[in-house]
Every structure is written in C-alpha cells, then in structure tokens.
C-alpha cells in the first residue's frame, strides 16, 4: 500500500482535529490533562473566533497545539510546527526567507529563496493578536506560548489584517495573580543547550501581575566545511518577554507587554544536491557538470555531491545577525452586553547575513547581503458581543503601517567572468579578460512603505435551534509605494562595447518607482447545525484578496541594450474558498472526529518567480499567475484508549496546481539558447505534497510508590513528495519522508520532572527545501535535515 495512504488510513482510524490537550482558558498557563480517574477527552478553548469557545464548536477548520503537547514533542519553532499540523508547510533556506503556505497557498516557495519586501504573505501570523508582517519574525524559538493556533481559508472578516489563506495565531501564557515558576535545562548531541525560564505572580494585591519569560538555545553547525574548518548552520538563539496585566475591575484589564528576540550564528548555507541535466542544447562549456562543464573548467571538485554527507567548501563569509522585537498594549472593557478591545502596538526587525551564493569554493561571489531594517504600527479596535443569545458579533477597525528599508550588496571575484558569462561574448566574439568582474559590485537602497485601513465585522444569528447563519464583511484600502535604487562599482576599466554589454547582462543598477492604490470588499458566509450535542456540520463560502505587490528586488535583465522586463506593480491576487465539514464527539467524549473538504480558485496569484533566459544571471521578481487551484480534504480524530493513554492523528491531501500559466520561466532543464516561456498549465504548485499526516500518543503511568507518574511521547510526521520550485523541475523535486520524535521520562508529585528526548529518532535523511545556483549552471543546492538529535531534560515546576 502507498505509504501515505497506510497513514492517512491510520489516522483517520486514530487521529486527533487538535493535537492538543485542553486549556483550562485562552491564556492559561495550566493544560488539562486525562486525569487518571477519567477516560474522555478535554474541552479545547481556542479563540480563533476573537472569543473564547470550544474549537468542536466553530464551524472552520482548525488545528490547535497546547504547551504542553509542544513541550513533550520539542516542538520550539514554527518549521517544527508544521510538523504536527499537515495542512501547513514551511520553508526557509535562513531566516529572511521563511515562507508559510496552507493548503498550497501564502507566502511563495522559490527554488532561488529570495524574499521579496514588497510582497505580503497569505499566511497570517499572530503574537497575543498582533500581527507580523515578515514572515522572518516567525522563524525564531518558542517562549512561553500556551498553545498554537492554525486556521485554515479567509480570515479577514474577524482578524485585525487581511489573511487569505489562512492565520497562526500563537498565545503566549498570560500573568497570573497566583505566583508560579518554571524552570527547564535541556542538553543534546551538537552540544544542544536549551535553558528556559518563567515567573508570574501578583505585584499588587488582585490589581497587578506581571510575568517574565526568557529562552536561550545554542547547538552546534550540522554542515562541517572542509575548506576552513568551521560548522555551520549553527544555532543561536534568545528571547525575553514581559508582561504586566493591570485589572483594576472585573470590568476593565490591560495587558502591556515588551519582547525581544535575536538570531546570530554561523549559518546559514546549503550542499550539493544535483545537477541538472539539459532537455535542449546548450553549449556544454556553460553548464556546471560534464567533461567541459564549469567545474571541469576550474578543476573544481565538489566536496560531495551527497547532501546528507553535510559538508561543503564555500570560501565566502557567511553569518547571519538579526533581531525582532516591539512593545504592545491590549485593553478590554466590558460593557454590559458588548466587550471592546483595543488592540496597540509596535514592532521592529532587523536583519543582516552574508552568504556565498554560488555555494561552491570556487571565488564568484565574495559577498552578498541586504541589511534591511522594518518597522510596523498596528491599532485595532474590536466590539464583540457577549452572552449566547440569537444574535452574536464581532466588528472593529483596523490601520497598519509598516516600512522597510533595504540595502542590497553583491560583490563578485576573480572567476565570475569566466563562470557567469565565458571566455568569449559577442558577436564578433570577444575574448573576456578573467578579472573582467574581479571586484565588481552593486550597492543601493530600498524603500518600501504601505498603509492599510480596514473596517470589518461578522454577525452570527440563529433562526431556530441548533442553526446557525453567520455573515462577515471585510473592506480594506491599501496604498503601497516603493523605491528601488541600485547602482554598479569595481571591476575591470574598459571601452570596449562587448564587454560592458556582458559585464551588464550580469548586473547594472537599476532605479524605479512605484505605488499601488487598491480597495476590495470580501468576505465569508456559512451554514453550521448542531445536529447533536456532539455533532456539528458545517458549509461556507470566502472571498478573499490581497493587494497589488510591488516588485523590492530588482526586475529581471535582458541583455545591456533592452530595459528590464517585467512589471513593478503586480496585480491583486483574488481567492475563492467552498468548504464543508463535519465535527464530532463520539462515545461520550472518548472520541473525536473531525473531517472537511474544502475547493479554493485563485485568479492573478501572486508569486515570485525566477528569470530562467540563459542570457540572464538568475534573479528573481514577482509575477501574476493567472489561475490556480487546491482541492482535498483533511480529517483528524482523537481517541482517550484508556486513563492514561491516548492516541491522535490528522491526515491532509491537497491537489494544487496551476490551471492556467501559459508563458510561465522554464524549468532549469528546460532552458536553451534562446530566451523562451514555458506552459506550466497542470504543473503542480510547489511547496504542497499531495499527502501528509501526523499520528502521535502518549501514554502516562500513575503509582503511589512511584510517588509520580512515568510518561511517554511518540509522533511521527510523514510529507510526500513535493516540488521545491515554481517550475516543477524534476530537479528540484523533494522526495517524501517520514520523520519519528519521541520522548520518555518521569514527573515527580513534587513538581520537576526528568526525560529524555529524540528528534528524528531514526535518523532519516531528507530534504527540506532546494535552490537553483545563480547564474543558470545547472547545480541545485538543498539545505539537508538535521541529524538525529539525542538528550536529556529537567524540568521543575512551582
């Protein structure tokens, strides 16, 4: 049987919608467990719906995973999240280019992972309800959180901004006027270090609490080079947050919070992978591989072309030194039958790397980074209604603003001429010097800056019993505006025509503006019946769209003599969503089940895309595909098997593709002599494997003379294949893998605890995304998985 059908089969027969133990509130720091004298499942609060109800409840599809569920996993970072909810992908070749898709669709998956500043993702993600604009910020560990949220379609019609694919909503664990403490140390193979700490208590009687949480996390490179000795793609990593909860009546609270987190290590770069091999003909001298091929050329041999032999010999600086963080202030007043929150914040990131982006040790780029820096404001005001009455509501007013400035840096060496363009150009034909791009670079600025307003509201009215009629409407106005300035220095003087036609084939500066001005008014509809006290179906119906983009990182080449082709504005990428589902408890709540079938059309979707003309070093901008689809269904189920044990499990299929990219780039294998477009109509969206699932347990043993309880925790995470670039090259194709984490320990009725723990028990090899070298050689890199990791964790808890 196909393994990904054994497990989807596997996890609708034991799976789990949640993945999650119950919180005893949306903010609790408390999860509740199966106690030992009950065998069902506990209630989980979620407040997608900007209200606290039982997730069984809301009719959309959900995953939610608690703090709990994420400590006994080792969960403790976003790409590990999408581990245990299949429905979401993440990919990220270093932090800057972290992408998020649900069911296929979000922030762009490219072979070149370049980020693109005047693109926003699909994907929304949310701290204690603010959002993040940079998909970046969500790259760094976990601290504190109390549980994961992943909604999944629309989500303008009750979130603050615009999300059309869908929303991570993260909350971390609120002040407590009760006083606690949680200590925990955690030490691995690499010599991993994790330490965590959190305190909470009362500062003024029952008026103020405040809490204070912080996490440092070290662990060794993976990826040795064999040329300086060094390992890279280390990791370091810390965050603190504070919080102060100030409620002087049952009426009124506000929330002020302050966060800081940085990133800073020797990472981040990728191996050998492939090298593709050309369906049309090309001259053999510019490809990297063959008996004339550029490696041949230099004598070049590859450390390995084996990526799980983790090594590589780049001779670049590499390093990356970034950091995020912003202060926030939440306020909510009840007001007899309606609450109204205000929802205040500010934010910042900041980022710099160096990278050798040809990967090799050959010297053709000595330096390539783009120090940026973003700022964003966000206010939010929000009435919801309270009580369980005919009618429910929620409605407010958004404004964000963000602005990000960016300097792009490109500095190549002394064997870029003779790999990126060859020892002749031109016709007649040239000979190139070798140090024709010896020193020649880019420098210049970015500026991209937009302002949203929305007002938005959904109202939930019952008719007669057990139906429920909900409505939402959503209009945003965005304008957006952006400058890209760049200019070119160094390299070899020279007159001579040919030359500088090639050196500025390679690289030229560039200056442009532009500004987008859009409005649109979407929304959702749906249809739930309450069946049964466990049974609740479902139907709706979303429109969503996000506005126009505005190419940030250049637009692609021609050739010296033809201005850049392409766009600078993008159009509005305008989402369509059907969904049915059906939510269920079963046995008197000792099982549940969810499942959902869901069909979304995409006009003008918004990518970024690769400039794939042999004529043309490889850059990357944004593009408008026409038309593009995702149908599946995902189901999930949980069931409590005894006391102590219980076993769950989601499964997720998503047929996504483009069904309509008639002059889409070519795939690499594809490229010939001759600039040309390729039909991608049918090819399969990148980033979404058709298959994929999760199943875990655990298990838990009480025993008066154990004074304390053993504890075990097993999941395993299966992702079939997928294709790791827009083109669907067969090289960058990633094959499907399945991954087993486990931990085992014991919990003391004295409150600490000692386990240990591995992430990819088995230590299975597969690969988490690709990249195409610049430059169209025909070598692929990829970022491998990380090893096996083994250790030990002590906790304690007051």
Same mark, same amino acid.
């Not at 790259?139 to 949220?149: T, V």
């Not at 390729?678 to 347990?697: E, H, R």
């Not at 194709?733 to 591995?758: K, M, P, T």
């Not at 070298?773 to 002590?794: C, E, H, W």
């Given at each position: 049987?196909?393994?990904?059908?054994?497990?989807?089969?596997?996890?609708?027969?034991?799976?789990?919608?949640?993945?999650?133990?119950?919180?005893?509130?949306?903010?609790?720091?408390?999860?509740?467990?199966?106690?030992?004298?009950?065998?069902?499942?506990?209630?989980?609060?979620?407040?997608?719906?900007?209200?606290?109800?039982?997730?069984?409840?809301?009719?959309?599809?959900?995953?939610?995973?608690?703090?709990?569920?994420?400590?006994?996993?080792?969960?403790?970072?976003?790409?590990?999240?999408?581990?245990?909810?299949?429905?979401?992908?993440?990919?990220?070749?270093?932090?800057?280019?972290?992408?998020?898709?649900?069911?296929?669709?979000?922030?762009?998956?490219?072979?070149?992972?370049?980020?693109?500043?005047?693109?926003?993702?699909?994907?929304?993600? $949310?701290?204690?309800?603010?959002?993040?604009?940079?998909?970046?910020?969500?790259?760094?560990?976990?601290? %504190?959180?109390?549980?994961?949220?992943?909604?999944?379609?629309?989500?303008?019609?009750?979130?603050?901004?615009?999300?059309?694919?869908?929303?991570?909503?993260?909350?971390?664990?609120?002040?407590? @006027?009760?006083?606690?403490?949680?200590?925990?140390?955690?030490?691995?193979?690499?010599?991993?270090?994790?330490?965590?700490?959190?305190?909470?208590?009362?500062?003024?009687?029952?008026?103020?609490?405040?809490?204070?949480?912080?996490?440092?996390?070290?662990?060794?490179?993976?990826?040795?080079?064999?040329?300086?000795?060094?390992?890279?793609?280390?990791?370091?990593?810390?965050?603190?947050?504070?919080?102060?909860?100030?409620?002087?009546?049952?009426?009124?609270?506000?929330?002020?919070?302050?966060? @800081?987190?940085?990133?800073?290590?020797?990472?981040?770069?990728?191996?050998?992978?492939?090298?593709?091999?050309?369906?049309?003909?090309?001259?053999?001298?510019?490809?990297?591989?063959?008996?004339?091929?550029?490696?041949?050329?230099?004598?070049?041999?590859?450390?390995?072309?084996?990526? $799980?032999?983790?090594?590589?010999?780049?001779?670049?600086?590499?390093?990356?030194?970034?950091?995020?963080?912003?202060?926030?202030?939440?306020?909510?007043?009840?007001?007899?039958?309606?609450?109204?929150?205000?929802?205040?914040?500010?934010?910042?990131?900041?980022?710099?790397?160096?990278?050798?982006?040809?990967?090799?040790?050959?010297?053709?780029?000595?330096?390539?980074?783009?120090?940026?820096?973003? %700022?964003?404001?966000?206010?939010?005001?929000?009435?919801?209604?309270?009580?369980?009455?005919?009618?429910?509501?929620?409605?407010?007013?958004?404004?964000?603003?963000?602005?990000?400035?960016?300097?792009?840096?490109?500095?190549?060496?002394?064997?870029?001429?003779?790999?990126?363009?060859?020892?002749?150009?031109?016709?007649?034909?040239?000979?190139?010097?070798?140090?024709?791009?010896?020193?020649?670079?880019?420098?210049?600025?970015?500026?991209?800056?937009?302002?949203?307003?929305?007002?938005?509201?959904?109202?939930?009215?019952?008719?007669?019993?057990?139906?429920?009629?909900?409505?939402?409407?959503?209009?945003?106005?965005?304008?957006?505006?952006?400058?890209?300035?760049?200019?070119?220095?160094?390299?070899?003087?020279?007159?001579?025509?040919?030359?500088?036609?090639?050196?500025?084939?390679?690289?030229?500066?560039?200056? $442009?503006?532009?500004?987008?001005?859009?409005?649109?008014?979407?929304?959702?509809?749906?249809?739930?019946?309450?069946?049964?006290?466990?049974?609740?179906?479902?139907?709706?119906?979303?429109?969503?769209?996000?506005?126009?983009?505005?190419?940030?990182?250049?637009?692609?080449?021609?050739?010296?003599?033809?201005?850049?082709?392409?766009?600078?504005?993008?159009?509005?990428?305008?989402?369509?969503?059907?969904?049915?589902?059906?939510?269920?408890?079963? @046995?008197?709540?000792?099982?549940?089940?969810?499942?959902?079938?869901?069909?979304?059309?995409?006009?003008?979707?918004?990518?970024?895309?690769?400039?794939?003309?042999?004529?043309?070093?490889?850059?990357?901008?944004?593009?408008?595909?026409?038309?593009?689809?995702?149908?599946?269904?995902?189901?999930?189920?949980?069931?409590?098997?005894?006391?102590?044990?219980?076993?769950?499990?989601?499964?997720?299929?998503?047929?996504?593709?483009?069904?309509?990219?008639?002059?889409?780039?070519?795939?690499?294998?594809?490229?010939?002599?001759?600039?040309?477009?390729?039909?991608?109509?049918?090819?399969?969206?990148?980033?979404?494997?058709?298959?994929?699932?999760?199943?875990?347990?655990?298990?838990?043993?009480?025993?008066?003379?154990?004074?304390?309880?053993?504890?075990?925790?097993?999941?395993?995470?299966?992702?079939?294949?997928? @294709?790791?670039?827009?083109?669907?090259?067969?090289?960058?194709?990633?094959?499907?893998?399945?991954?087993?984490?486990?931990?085992?320990?014991?919990?003391?009725?004295?409150?600490?605890?000692?386990?240990?723990?591995?992430?990819?028990?088995?230590?299975?090899? $597969?690969?988490?995304?690709?990249?195409?070298?610049?430059?169209?050689?025909?070598?692929?890199?990829?970022?491998?998985?990380?090893?096996?990791?083994?250790?030990?964790?002590?906790?304690?808890?007051?």
């Amino acid at each position: 049987m196909n393994p990904a059908r054994s497990m989807a089969l596997c996890a609708l027969l034991i799976g789990h919608p949640a993945l999650a133990q119950a919180q005893s509130g949306p903010n609790s720091a408390a999860e509740t467990e199966i106690g030992p004298d009950d065998a069902i499942l506990p209630e989980i609060t979620v407040i997608a719906r900007r209200r606290a109800e039982d997730a069984q409840r809301i009719p959309g599809s959900l995953s939610v995973v608690g703090g709990d569920t994420l400590d006994r996993s080792y969960t403790v970072n976003t790409q590990q999240l999408a581990q245990l909810v299949p429905a979401l992908n993440y990919s990220s070749a270093n932090p800057r280019n972290t992408a998020f898709t649900i069911r296929g669709l979000g922030s762009s998956v490219v072979a070149v992972s370049q980020a693109n500043d005047g693109l926003e993702p699909g994907v929304g993600f $949310y701290v204690d309800q603010v959002y993040h604009a940079r998909p970046a910020t969500a790259a760094f560990d976990f601290s %504190d959180i109390a549980q994961a949220e992943v909604l999944r379609g629309p989500q303008g019609t009750l979130f603050g901004k615009n999300s059309t694919a869908g929303a991570i909503n993260i909350t971390t664990r609120a002040p407590t @006027f009760k006083s606690e403490a949680s200590q925990e140390i955690s030490v691995g193979s690499f010599n991993f270090v994790q330490a965590k700490i959190a305190a909470s208590g009362a500062l003024s009687g029952d008026t103020i609490a405040g809490r204070l949480s912080a996490i440092v996390t070290r662990r060794d490179g993976v990826i040795d080079n064999v040329r300086t000795g060094a390992d890279h793609n280390q990791i370091g990593n810390q965050a603190v947050r504070g919080q102060l909860l100030i409620k002087p009546s049952e009426a009124f609270q506000v929330k002020l919070s302050a966060d @800081f987190t940085n990133f800073e290590s020797d990472c981040c770069t990728q191996v050998h992978y492939r090298v593709a091999a050309r369906d049309l003909p090309r001259t053999a001298s510019r490809q990297y591989g063959g008996s004339a091929g550029l490696a041949a050329q230099f004598g070049y041999v590859p450390p390995s072309m084996n990526p $799980y032999d983790r090594v590589t010999d780049i001779d670049a600086r590499l390093g990356v030194d970034t950091n995020e963080g912003g202060v926030a202030a939440i306020a909510d007043w009840a007001l007899g039958k309606t609450t109204l929150t205000s929802i205040s914040a500010w934010r910042f990131w900041n980022w710099d790397a160096a990278n050798d982006r040809d990967y090799t040790g050959i010297p053709i780029q000595l330096q390539q980074h783009i120090p940026s820096r973003q %700022d964003q404001f966000s206010q939010e005001l929000r009435l919801a209604s309270n009580g369980s009455g005919p009618f429910s509501y929620v409605g407010g007013l958004y404004f964000f603003r963000q602005r990000v400035i960016g300097r792009p840096i490109s500095i190549y060496g002394p064997a870029a001429a003779r790999y990126l363009i060859g020892t002749t150009t031109g016709t007649p034909a040239v000979a190139v010097p070798s140090n024709l791009l010896d020193g020649y670079g880019t420098d210049g600025r970015t500026d991209f800056q937009s302002n949203s307003y929305a007002a938005f509201g959904e109202l939930n009215w019952r008719p007669i019993d057990r139906v429920t009629l909900t409505g939402g409407l959503r209009y945003t106005y965005e304008h957006k505006t952006g400058m890209y300035d760049t200019f070119v220095f160094g390299g070899m003087a020279t007159s001579i025509t040919a030359l500088i036609n090639a050196r500025l084939g390679i690289l030229r500066g560039q200056y $442009y503006t532009a500004k987008v001005n859009d409005g649109a008014l979407t929304g959702r509809a749906n249809i739930a019946w309450q069946a049964t006290d466990g049974v609740l179906a479902y139907a709706s119906f979303a429109r969503g769209e996000k506005s126009g983009g505005i190419n940030m990182s250049g637009l692609p080449l021609n050739d010296a003599n033809l201005p850049a082709t392409g766009t600078a504005v993008v159009r509005p990428e305008k989402n369509t969503a059907y969904e049915v589902g059906l939510k269920t408890w079963l @046995f008197d709540n000792r099982v549940m089940f969810n499942i959902d079938a869901f069909y979304t059309r995409v006009t003008d979707f918004q990518s970024n895309v690769s400039d794939t003309r042999a004529a043309a070093a490889l850059r990357t901008y944004l593009a408008n595909i026409p038309l593009v689809t995702v149908r599946g269904f995902e189901a999930d189920a949980e069931i409590a098997v005894t006391r102590g044990l219980s076993v769950r499990g989601s499964v997720a299929y998503a047929d996504g593709k483009y069904n309509r990219y008639p002059a889409g780039p070519c795939p690499i294998e594809r490229i010939g002599n001759t600039a040309t477009a390729c039909n991608l109509s049918g090819v399969a969206l990148p980033g979404l494997p058709k298959w994929s699932s999760t199943i875990s347990g655990d298990y838990r043993y009480s025993a008066t003379a154990l004074d304390g309880s053993l504890f075990a925790h097993a999941d395993v995470n299966y992702r079939g294949r997928q @294709f790791g670039d827009p083109t669907g090259s067969r090289y960058t194709a990633i094959g499907a893998f399945a991954l087993v984490n486990g931990s085992l320990g014991y919990r003391s009725h004295r409150g600490w605890e000692l386990a240990v723990f591995a992430r990819n028990l088995l230590d299975r090899d $597969y690969i988490q995304n690709v990249t195409i070298q610049a430059g169209n050689s025909g070598l692929i890199l990829a970022t491998p998985s990380d090893p096996r990791t083994v250790g030990l964790t002590f906790r304690a808890r007051q």
